[in-house]
């Protein structure tokens, strides 16, 4: 038998085989291309357009492929070669009726609509339990204050929950986004035939329920030309994956000795094949790193759909080189980010310990005479000049005595004892969203709030196995 469904194979040379075929990486669809199959069988009995006996044998048949473990696939164009002639070899002549009003332009496009789909359930799954690790680390760390950074250089003292928190709004989006692509993306093909729409009664509203899709895509000619979902799909994961390597790189340095803010446990460190006292933060240096490899992945997609005219061409088998591949090291991303998160642990005496300058209340000391009437400009100039005053005598705020205080303002005589508090310092930044244990107390409790309505927005994500499938099946 041949391994083309349109012709004898003879006459391409193997060179031309190996650069057409896409089995290698489609085979990846084979349970989605049976399940489609399936439905698609339906609908066809559904329009009278094959007989009940017909529906019968090619359903049992597919659902006895889906079993079969010595599938030679690589002799196959692609999986739904595959699977048609298979199918043929397992129950004969009905096989021949399972391609009618189907075309491998609509076929390839349902497949790969219902593999993102499972996808985007698993990544929401893991989106969200991340998050709740963010926060249920933020709740348990409200007692830390550490220098919050600009430029890397120590800015302002800002509880850690807060800097935590900051990956969970980041993160909130991705979920968001993932979740959005979904409802454009539940949107079923099957019945736009090669490009034209079907001369059969098919029933396309009718596959879309039994596939749980939200309806049918509304133009043939696009649905077997488009490839925006994986566009977006791709994007997302670019998205959440530099704000994954954000968070490396900010493990990296606080795992750092000198800085030493934060430990590892073993399992999610390594050591040197040289320096036996060496364990190395290569797990968060590896997240870090991801960026680029979902960044070529979009590249290699964009250049694709770039340019192609309407509708099917050939260049579009080429994100099947991608698809699977970023899905694949995306869910280990994920699964091994949420590890990083769960397994490691803040040392709040090296914290404290590096919670020494004073300078970093120095917006603080402005801000002291701004609410005493002074403009913050000429505010900022006095602080300044505090600032390098000290430096120059290598002395700290709390090191001046009144009399120095009284040479660059009055109004400094009124500084309280415990103004140079950095526990004060953060409890003072309480408007919505800043930094005070109150206000990060409130956003924890929005974000419980967000894990349970998150739950119940992931359970509608549609999915279905070949086995409901087939016990809603009523010949
Ligand atoms: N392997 C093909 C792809 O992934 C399936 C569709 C083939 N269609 C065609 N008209 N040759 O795009």
């Known amino acids: 038998m041949s391994a083309f469904l349109w012709s004898a194979d003879e006459d391409l040379p193997d060179i031309v085989k190996n650069f057409t075929y896409s089995i290698d990486e489609d085979k990846e ?18 329009g009278g357009i094959i007989t009940q006996d017909e529906a019968k044998a090619i359903i049992d048949g597919l659902y006895k492929l889906k079993e079969k473990k010595d599938i030679d696939f690589y002799k196959y164009e692609d999986v739904h070669t595959a699977v048609e002639i298979e199918l043929t070899n397992l129950i004969g002549e009905p096989a021949k009726k399972l391609h009618t009003a189907r075309s491998r332009n609509d076929q390839v496009a349902l497949d790969e609509r219902l593999y993102i789909r499972d996808k985007l359930r698993e990544y929401l799954t893991l989106l969200r339990e991340i998050i709740k690790a963010f926060v249920d680390l933020a709740s348990i760390s409200l007692d830390i204050v550490l220098p919050g950074f600009t ?22 989006r991705d979920f968001s986004c993932f979740y959005s692509m979904y409802q454009r993306l539940n949107k079923c093909p099957l019945g736009s035939g090669a490009l034209a729409g079907l001369d059969f009664p098919y029933d396309r509203f009718f ?92 590249d290699t997609l964009v250049v694709m759909a770039k340019g192609l005219p309407l509708t099917y061409n050939r260049d579009l088998q080429i994100d099947k080189r991608v698809i699977f ?12 980010f949420k590890g990083l998160l769960e397994n490691i642990e803040f040392d709040r005496e090296k914290i404290r310990e ?19 009437g002074i403009p913050f400009r000429s505010a900022h100039h006095i602080v300044r000049n505090v600032v390098f005053y000290c430096q120059e005598q290598n002395r700290s705020f709390s090191q001046l005595s009144k009399d120095e205080w009284k040479r660059f303002h009055e109004e400094f005589l009124n500084l309280s004892e415990d103004f140079f508090s950095f526990e004060n310092s953060v409890a003072r930044r309480d408007t919505y969203g800043g930094t005070s244990k109150n206000q990060v107390e409130y956003q924890i409790l929005l ?28 010949l």
């Not at 669809?29 to 559904?46: E, N, S, V």
């Not at 590096?354 to 005493?372: H, I, S």
């Open 151 to 172: 430029h890397l250089q120590p800015a302002q003292p800002v509880l850690i929950s807060h800097h935590l928190l900051a990956y969970v709004e980041m993160m909130k």
């Open 325 to 336: 591949r970023a899905s694949y090291s995306f869910i280990i991303l994920l699964k091994v």
């Open 207 to 298: 596959i879309s329920e039994i596939l749980r899709f939200d309806g049918p895509t509304n133009n043939s000619m696009d649905t077997v030309s488009d490839r925006d979902y994986l566009l977006e799909y791709v994007f997302n994961m670019l998205i959440t994956s530099i704000h994954m390597s954000k968070f490396g790189e900010e493990i990296v340095i606080w795992n750092n000795p000198l800085f030493g803010f934060v430990k590892i446990s073993p399992g999610y460190t390594t050591g040197s094949s040289m320096m036996p006292q060496k364990r190395n933060p290569d797990i968060a240096e590896l997240i870090r790193g991801s960026v680029g490899e979902y960044l070529g992945y979009l």
């Open 29 to 46: 669809l084979f349970y989605y291309d049976i399940l489609g199959g399936i439905a698609h069988t339906l609908t066809l009995y559904r």
């Open 447 to 474: 974000n419980r709030k967000w894990l349970e309505e998150s739950q119940a927005q992931i359970e509608k994500i549609a999915s279905i196995s070949i086995e409901e499938l087939f016990s809603s099946i009523n």
């Open 354 to 372: 590096n919670l020494k300058d004073e300078f970093l209340l120095a917006t603080d000391l402005a801000d002291f005479l701004v609410n005493r």
